[in-house]
């Protein structure tokens, strides 16, 4: 399904994504239904819940698969939420001719959704963090204490496909940090930001892989260093890099599973469940594929391996 003439489609996309018009700010009208407070969960709030209740926290990437889970989840805990996002996730599904096996709303109706089932709000700025004039409307408008970082074009596959995907996933990944970074500076000096990397910047080293630093002795002489990267994509390596401000670095393993408290409060706050060849996980597709009967495939030459970190 994949062919070159879409690779120019992504590029363009972002370029022409028209400035400063981009910035949309969900009214998150209520819907027709009641508020159905009784779903709630962790009701009533703890003391640290309603402490954090002013604590403003910026999802970047929140329509995305951890992204949303992550802004339904703060946002019942009583933070106060903005998604940044430019839907680029839901572009690369057309572009391929892929699709969430589950249904997922658009954005709006997610957070309209939500609204209408929760009474909490959620703020929506639509547009691309490689642009950074629309970045800093986001987060001059938002003025957030803390940003997690999930806008990134996420598939090692992906990132592999072609020139233009390997160029696009790294200008992405890399000047989108880059501008994330300069409007915290600028902006929010004070504000915490959890930067996702994942595990696949380390490889697969045929030894536990160290949090860190690892002490090595080499020709006689010992030192502590950096535990080394290996990335063995253009998507690993545009995360395969260090940051200088209040940051946590979270090199995150997959993630699986598609159902939270927060997103079976209603069918239209459903997360995705990607199971193809290019965004699908493995344990998706090892998922799916048993449900439907079909042989388990391998990835890759089916030897890989990953060490976990030693305790
Ligand atoms: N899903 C996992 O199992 C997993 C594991 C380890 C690390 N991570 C990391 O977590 C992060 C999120 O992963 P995910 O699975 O939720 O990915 P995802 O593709 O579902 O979500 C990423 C979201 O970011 C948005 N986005 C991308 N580029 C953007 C840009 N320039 N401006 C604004 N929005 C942009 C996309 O539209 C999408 O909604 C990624 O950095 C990924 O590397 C994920």
Redesign the pocket.
């Known amino acids: 399904m994949v062919h070159k003439g879409d690779s120019g489609t992504v590029l363009r996309s972002?370029k022409l994504r028209p400035r400063r018009q981009s910035i949309i700010y969900a009214t998150a009208t209520p819907m027709s239904q009641e508020i159905e407070k009784s779903t709630l969960t962790g009701s009533p709030q703890s003391s640290s819940e309603s402490s954090a209740k002013s604590k403003k926290v910026m999802i970047?990437?929140?329509?995305?698969?951890?992204?949303?889970a992550t802004a339904l989840h703060l946002s019942n805990k009583g933070y106060e939420v903005a998604i940044?996002?430019?839907?680029?996730?839901?572009?690369?599904d057309h572009q391929l001719g892929i699709d969430s096996l589950t249904p997922i709303s658009s954005?709006q109706n997610r957070v309209r959704r939500w609204k209408s089932v929760t009474g909490k709000s959620i703020q929506l700025f639509i547009?691309?963090?490689?642009?950074f004039e629309f970045?800093s409307e986001a987060f001059k408008s938002f003025e957030p204490d803390s940003v997690v970082?999930?806008?990134?074009?996420?598939?090692a596959p992906y990132s592999m496909i072609d020139r233009s995907r390997a160029v696009y996933t790294q200008h992405?990944?890399v000047?989108?940090t880059l501008n994330v970074l300069f409007a915290i500076k600028e902006f929010s000096q004070e504000c915490h930001l959890v930067?996702?990397?994942?595990?696949?910047e380390y490889g697969t080293p045929n030894i536990d892989i160290e949090e860190g630093y690892i002490t090595i002795t080499h020709n006689g002489r010992t030192d502590t260093l950096p535990y080394p990267k290996q990335a063995s994509s253009f998507?690993h390596l545009s995360?395969a890099w260090g940051l200088g401000i209040r940051a946590t670095d979270?090199?995150?393993?997959?993630?699986?599973g598609v159902r939270t408290d927060e997103t079976d409060m209603h069918e239209e706050l459903c997360n995705?469940f990607?199971y193809d060849g290019v965004?699908g996980?493995a344990l998706n597709r090892f998922c799916v594929q048993a449900a439907v009967g079909h042989p388990l495939t391998v990835y890759g030459k089916g030897g890989q391996e990953q060490h976990s970190r030693t305790p």
């Open positions: 972002c970047i990437g929140g329509d995305g698969y951890c992204g949303w940044v996002d430019n839907l680029v996730r839901r572009l690369f954005i547009g691309d963090i490689c642009d970045l970082h999930f806008g990134e074009q996420r598939s992405n990944n000047i989108g930067k996702l990397g994942t595990m696949g998507y995360k979270l090199n995150q393993g997959v993630v699986y995705r990607d965004f996980t």
